[in-house]
Antibody
Framework: QVQLQQWGAGLLKPSETLSLTCAVYGGSFSGYYWSWIRQPPGKGLEWIGEINHSGSTNYNPSLKSRVTISVDTSKNQFSLKLSSVTAADTAVYYC??????????????????????WGKGTTVTVSS | SSELTQDPAVSVALGQTVRITCQGDSLRSYYASWYQQKPGQAPVLVIYGKNNRPSGIPDRFSGSSSGNTASLTITGAQAEDEADYYCNSRDSSGNHLHWVFGGGTKLTVL
């Protein structure tokens, strides 16, 4: 059973850099997309970005200038850094495993993308 | 970037059927997946692909899609189904690959 365990600083001051790490236990690290998602208090989910085992990244355009996601395959871990935080970055931050599968049909081939394993979340508060 | 639109709130009587919808351009190219989130907990995947349930998800949950709209149907809603539901999908608009989430639907079971 794959589990994601995440940790990082929970209280930051404005302009500091948020840093979180997510470790993958009980499963392969390669062949998946490893994402960070956040949820401000009382609001919906926002995708931040992702990385695969080879270090290829995709970021949410609205956060791209401040986000860096990195991977340490020797430890089966991936990390998030978000620079110059403000109160608007206060949220619960989740790590999640994204995967894709290919379904070969008689006529067409379909591709399924989904996030099947999530970390428990880390509450990050930005306050002076 | 693309957006996914959901109704903010839906209610259903205990034991009845409810449909939660999600609209967006990305759904013309990618299937939606659906997540259930209860207060203070991480989201849980309930439907992915054309209509697939992860192990442990009751068969009263089902999914469908047509054009730019995806739907999550709960047939015979139970009290424990009261939660927030989010859709998401891959999106390749703007020549870069990313994920998008809907704004979420709060389901109340009466």
């Amino acid at each position: 059973q794959v589990q994601l365990q995440q940790w990082g600083a929970g209280l930051l001051k404005p302009s500091e850099t948020l840093s979180l790490t997510c470790a993958v236990y009980g499963g392969s690290f390669s062949g998946y997309y490893w994402s960070w998602i956040r949820q401000p208090p009382g609001k919906g989910l926002e995708w931040i970005g992702e990385i695969n085992h080879s270090g290829s990244t995709n970021y949410n355009p609205s956060l791209k200038s401040r986000v860096t996601i990195s991977v340490d395959t020797s430890k089966n871990q991936f990390s998030l850094k978000l620079s110059s935080v403000t109160a608007a970055d206060t949220a619960v931050y989740y790590c999640a495993r994204g995967r894709s599968i290919t379904i070969f049909g008689v006529v067409i081939t379909s591709y399924y993308y989904y996030m099947d394993v999530w970390g428990k979340g880390t509450t990050v508060t930005v306050s002076s | 970037s693309s957006e996914l639109t959901q109704d903010p709130a839906v209610s259903v009587a205990l034991g009845q059927t409810v449909r939660i919808t999600c609209q967006g351009d990305s759904l013309r190219s990618y299937y939606a997946s659906w997540y259930q989130q209860k207060p203070g907990q991480a989201p849980v995947l309930v439907i992915y692909g054309k209509n697939n349930r992860p192990s442990g998800i009751p068969d009263r949950f089902s999914g469908s899609s047509s054009g730019n709209t995806a739907s999550l149907t709960i047939t015979g809603a139970q009290a424990e189904d009261e939660a927030d539901y989010y859709c998401n999908s891959r999106d390749s608009s703007g020549n870069h690959l990313h994920w998008v989430f809907g704004g979420g639907t709060k389901l109340t079971v009466l």
